[in-house]
């Protein structure tokens, strides 16, 4: 039998059309499917009474660029912005958005480093900084006076979760703009934008490139004016992505569908191994339907997503761990190809310090459940 695709009466492809297609250049016969990353520092000038040429210096644009920007932005469902990390993507938006005296909401338990960003860098602004847990509750007039809401759903790295669509509302009404982190989630997991946000940021570095060997992010935007703004405020900063990055991660992007059902998979096999286990305590992932953040995860997330959080008795057991495992590396990002394990508090997160971040690659799934399971046995 041959199955034949099309797209929906929407003129939408699915997830896995759109991730190996979007950002492609038109097909030129015998050229590459992917063109290789365009690493120029000047370009050729427009000869007299030639119009400009897009591209004239290396730090205003690059067509590897705009190819990655493309395809993301198809993904999100907006204009996006690339920039060279995730931190990077982050404090420009921070920067461009807040002036002295904003008032900014931010979640409490969301990324830390995020967090230091704003108390150390921004202080001189004299930001009113109000903190709530990414699970609530949002009391009344947390909004009032606010400039911008930055959301982080999934939280990292204790995966709670808020509903977007809600909080967009009420921040709205306020008059505050809404960014939501989106990195845990990816695009293919969720959409912030489709569910009120203005603002959709994310570190590329992990699910998205896929590949532990990119530094990326980028924000995607409703409003092209404003992906405007962040592409001068960029230049003017000089906080530019290499080319080369953009094109791994765009040749990464391809696969990033069948990455994430995989990793997707492997999660909720080691849960419901995990779940219950002498050794684990506060295991959590949004896909299981005993978890806390299910019923908001479930309400506005296309997929729940490879990465665990629980807590092991001691940093001795997370070491004994790691040393019995011989698939599960440790590793402090996530979201790429191998399983991996991170000990947040070991960076200064305030979290505690046997509580751990689990990544599950694309291992076959029961080799990676046999070898947690084997690890975690040897702590007995």
Known sequence: MVVTASPDAAG????GTRCVHSGQADRVAGGP????PVIAAPYHLAGPGEPPAQDFYGRGGNPTWRAL???????DGGHCVLFPSGMAAISTLLRLLLRAGDTLVLP?????????????DLAALGLTVREVPTAGPWPEGVFDGARLVLLETPSN??????????LAERAHEAGALVAVDNTTA???GQLPLSLGADISVASDTKALAGHSDVLLGHVSVADSALAEELRAARTRAGSIPGPFEAWLAHRGLGTLDLRLARQ???????????SGHPAVTGLRWPGAAEDPAHEAAARQMRRFGGVLTFELPSVAAVDA??????LVVAATSFGGLHSSLDRRAQWGDPVPEGLVRLSAGCEDTADLVGDVTGALAALA
Do not use: K, M
């Not at 920007?69 to 993904?75: S, V």
């Open 264 to 274: 997707a998979a492997n999660a909720a096999a080691l849960h419901e191994a995990l």
């Open 321 to 326: 761990f790691l040393a019995e495992s011989r």
């Open 108 to 120: 409490s338990d969301g990324y830390f480093v995020a967090r230091q960003f704003v108390a150390a």
């Open 12 to 15: 939408h492809w699915g997830d």
């Open 157 to 166: 790295p204790g995966l709670d979760v808020c509903d977007i669509a809600a």
């Open 33 to 36: 499917f992917l063109a290789g």
């Open 186 to 188: 990816t695009p293919l």
């Open 69 to 75: 920007e493309d395809a993301i932005g198809e993904l």
